[in-house]
């Protein structure tokens, strides 16, 4: 088993910025990949962004320049850097960490709010 602790979320106006963080109990260094995905009310769980082994990142669209995936495998721990941030990043965001390629071995955090609104 692996436990996903996330944190970061909170309440932020149109154009400012968040770090989500999620900590793993185990080793990331050598898995597959680590991501974020986020899911808004009455709407699937979407990825967000992936790191995966060797450092490729993928991003997605409604994302990219101003969303930033990085990890320390020190602290076996990845974050989400978010900038520029509008309100349809409204949503809880899921720390996914994925040991093997496919989805059949993936473990979950428990999510964490992002709210974005003047």
């Known amino acids: 088993q692996v436990q996903l602790v996330e944190s970061g979320g909170g309440l932020v106006q149109p154009g400012g910025s968040l770090r989500l963080s999620c900590a793993a109990s185990?080793?990331?260094?050598?898995?597959?990949?680590m991501g974020w995905y986020r899911q808004a009310p009455g709407k699937q769980r979407e990825l967000v962004a992936t790191?995966?082994?060797?450092?490729?990142?993928n991003y997605a669209d409604s994302v990219k320049g101003r969303f930033t995936i990085s990890r320390d495998n020190a602290k076996n721990t990845v974050y989400l850097q978010m900038n520029s941030l509008k309100p349809e990043d409204t949503a809880v965001y899921y720390c996914?960490?994925?040991?093997?390629?496919?989805?059949?071995?993936?473990?979950w955090g428990q999510g964490t709010q992002v709210t974005v609104s003047s």
């Open positions: 996914n960490y994925r040991p093997f390629p496919g989805t059949a071995r993936d473990y």
């Open positions: 185990r080793s990331i260094a050598s898995i597959y990949s």
């Open positions: 790191i995966i082994s060797g450092d490729r990142r």
